[in-house]
């Protein structure tokens, strides 16, 4: 089996920061993709960022320029470094992965339980 288990989430002021930090675990082979999504109440769960195997990242318009994703890949973990945070930031911030099993030809895409970042203004 595969786990994401997601740390760093906790309650900021605003124009502060957090990292946010997930660690992949259990018969990996590879992985592909690395990102987080986050899910605020009542909303739909958006796209924040995502990184591929070599390092190329993707940002969401809203968080460009304030939040950096970045991978170690020795570890199977992903990071959010987020600053300059804003109300609207607020939400469950959840990791996902493509991953490769080990014995397995098809790679799938995993999820984390989320971690709750609540930004106060």
């Known amino acids: 089996q595969v786990q994401l288990v997601e740390s760093g989430g906790g309650l900021v002021q605003a124009g502060g920061s957090l990292r946010l930090s997930c660690v992949a675990s259990?018969?990996?082979?590879?992985?592909?993709?690395m990102g987080w999504y986050r899910q605020a109440p009542g909303k739909q769960r958006d796209l924040v960022a995502t990184v591929t195997s070599g390092g190329s990242t993707n940002y969401a318009d809203s968080v460009k320029g304030r939040f950096t994703i970045s991978r170690d890949n020795a570890e199977n973990t992903v990071y959010l470094q987020m600053t300059s945070l804003k109300s609207e930031d607020t939400a469950v911030y959840y990791c996902?992965?493509?991953?490769?099993?080990?014995?397995?030809?098809?790679?799938?895409?995993?999820r984390g339980q989320g971690t709750q970042v609540t930004v106060s203004s």
């Open positions: 996902h992965a493509n991953i490769q099993r080990i014995g397995f030809i098809t790679a799938l895409n995993y």
């Open positions: 259990g018969s990996i082979f590879k992985i592909n993709d």
